[in-house]
C-alpha cells in the first residue's frame, strides 16, 4: 500500500497543506500552534538537527517533559529522517549509559535541566540553530525506522526495540478506519513517551485534522 510507505512525516504534511489554519497542539498553559506553524517549526528544526549533522537513519534520543518542545522534537527527529529514541526524565545515569551501549551512537535532544546528564556519560547533546529555513525532507526506504523504544528490564537487561514506519502507519489507518477522527476531535497525551501507547497519542491526530492537547507533566 502507498499510503503504508509514505512515512509519518508524510501523511503530516499532506495535512497541513490539506488545512493550515486548523488547531494541531494545545499545550496545558492554554496556547496553540495551527497546522501550518506547527509545521514551519519542525522544519526549521529538521534543519538545525541536519546542519549538526543528523543523517537519515540516525537514532536522536529525546528527553523532555511533555511539551510543544518535545513534540517538535519528535517530529523534527523523523522529518530529518532520523529514529526517535525516548529517554524518560529522571532515568537513572545507569540506565541511561545501558540503553546508549545498545544504540552504539545516538546524539541527544534534551531540555536544559536534563542535558547535563547526558554529557557526563560522553554523549553528545545537540544544540540545533532553530532558524527560518527551508528543508527537503530525505526521500526514505520502505522499512524506514521510526524509533527505538527500551523494554523495561523485568526479565532482565532492557531491550531495544526498532519499530518501523509502517508498521506505525498499519496501526493507526486500522484505528482510524474503526474510530474515524476528524477536526472536531482532540487526543489527550497522556501516557510517557518511553512506552509504546504513546505512539498512536503522538501521530494519529496529526494527518485526520484533529488536534493534540498536552496535558501537564505530572498529571497523569
Do not use: H
Not at 510543544?68 to 540506565?95: C, I, K, N, S, T
Not at 536544559?112 to 554523549?123: H, P, V
Not at 485526520?208 to 496535558?215: C, E, P, R, Y
Amino acid at each position: 500500500d502507498r499510503a503504508l510507505e509514505a512515512g509519518i512525516d508524510a501523511c503530516f504534511r499532506q495535512a497541513v497543506a490539506a488545512r493550515p489554519e486548523a488547531v494541531a497542539l494545545r499545550s496545558c498553559d492554554g496556547g496553540t500552534l495551527n497546522y501550518a506553524e506547527l509545521d514551519l517549526r519542525v522544519s526549521a528544526l529538521a534543519a538545525g538537527l541536519r546542519a549538526e549533522g543528523v543523517a537519515p537513519g540516525a537514532f536522536v534520543g529525546v528527553c523532555y517533559e511533555r511539551s510543544v518542545d518535545l513534540m517538535l522534537a519528535v517530529f523534527a527527529v523523523l522529518r530529518a529522517g532520523a529514529v526517535y529514541v525516548p529517554f524518560a526524565p529522571g532515568l537513572p545515569a545507569a540506565r541511561i549509559a545501558a540503553m546508549a551501549e545498545d544504540l552504539q551512537d545516538c546524539a541527544v535532544l534534551a531540555a536544559d535541566g536534563q542535558a547535563e546528564k547526558f554529557r557526563a556519560l560522553g554523549l553528545r547533546v545537540l544544540s540545533p540553530a532553530v532558524e527560518d529555513a527551508a528543508f527537503e525532507p530525505p526521500a526514505l526506504p520502505a522499512n524506514a525506522a521510526a524509533y527505538v523504544i527500551f523494554t523495561s528490564g523485568s526479565t532482565g537487561r532492557p531491550k531495544g526495540v526498532l519499530v518501523e514506519q509502517r508498521g506505525v502507519l498499519n496501526r493507526l489507518f486500522w484505528m482510524q478506519s474503526r474510530f474515524p477522527l476528524d477536526e472536531r476531535d482532540v487526543i489527550l497525551q497522556k501516557t510517557p513517551v518511553s512506552f509504546d501507547v504513546s505512539v498512536w497519542e503522538l501521530f494519529w491526530w496529526s494527518w485526520t485534522g484533529a488536534s493534540l492537547a498536552l496535558l501537564a507533566p505530572g498529571e497523569e
